[in-house]
């Protein structure tokens, strides 16, 4: 012990301070406070509030771009976005995930009008071309 204790007063012949902090220390000091932050942040699984924005804009990738809601079941209410022939078109479901309401363009790229029952049997519907 004696001659550890020896071997520090020769290395440093002074108390260490903040510039004997080597680099490889300064590392690992930032991984860790990193790691520590990140383990803070995977574990949060609260509701982060409401977005507030002026604008928002979905890009289609190739597969159709779309913005989807669910209800609190996880079962989808409503869906937004590009269909076929990129034709844009907005679609309803109740909680039963039955079609009840669309709108958008059809194949002839006429504005198109549906009403579903409740079973997503068609109720009404109604194309814009005169």
Known sequence: MKNLINEYKFKFKRRPTMKDIDT???FIGFLSATLIFTLMGAKQK???GDIVVNSIT???DGYG???TAYNQD???TLYLG???ENNGYIQTFNKFQQPTAYVGTN???DGILVLN???GELGWSRSAKQ
Do not use: A, C, H, P
């Open 107 to 109: 194949k002839d790229m």
């Open 65 to 67: 771009g779309f913005i």
């Open 74 to 76: 996880q079962k989808r």
């Open 117 to 119: 029952d409740r079973y």
């Open 24 to 26: 490889r220390s300064l």
């Open 58 to 60: 979905v890009m289609d």
């Open 46 to 48: 609260k509701n982060l």
């Open 82 to 84: 590009t269909g076929e």
